[in-house]
Nanobody
Framework: QVQLVESGGGLVQAGESLRLSCAASGRTFRPYTMGWFRQAPGMERQFVSGIYWAGGYAYYADSLRGRFTISRDHATNTMYLQMDSLKPEDTAVYYC???????????????????WGQGTQVTVSS
């Protein structure tokens, strides 16, 4: 069983930065891909960024490229999302997700991820 735990959310002002973490655990944790999604109130869950766990190739939602940076640390089974120049429209619950199946490789569709964290709230004030 894979468990994902997010941390690092909080309340910041527009223009500031936050770094989210996603700690993964589980005896057989060996994902192909991990990703970040976010969901604002009344909105559908939105893809933010993904990373190939083995090779580290990163990909982003076009609208977020340049402000957000995804990374991972094999030694600690932790994924990160560095968010810079935050805007009020970035306010959402941020979720990390993992896929250990080939269909999840490079996925931007939430349905292709099997494991999810509980989410961490990010609030950006103007």
């Amino acid at each position: 069983q894979v468990q994902l735990v997010e941390s690092g959310g909080g309340l910041v002002q527009a223009g500031e930065s936050l770094r989210l973490s996603c700690a993964a655990s589980g005896r057989t944790f060996r994902p192909y891909t991990m990703g970040w999604f976010r969901q604002a109130p009344g909105m559908e869950r939105q893809f933010v960024s993904g990373i190939y766990w083995a090779g580290g190739y990163a990909y982003y939602a076009d609208s977020l490229r340049g402000r957000f940076t995804i990374s991972r640390d094999h030694a600690t089974n932790t994924m990160y999302l560095q968010m810079d120049s935050l805007k009020p429209e970035d306010t959402a619950v941020y979720y990390c997700a993992a896929s250990d199946s080939l269909r999840g490789v490079g996925a931007r569709d939430a349905d292709l991820y099997e494991y999810w964290g509980q989410g961490t709230q990010v609030t950006v004030s103007s």
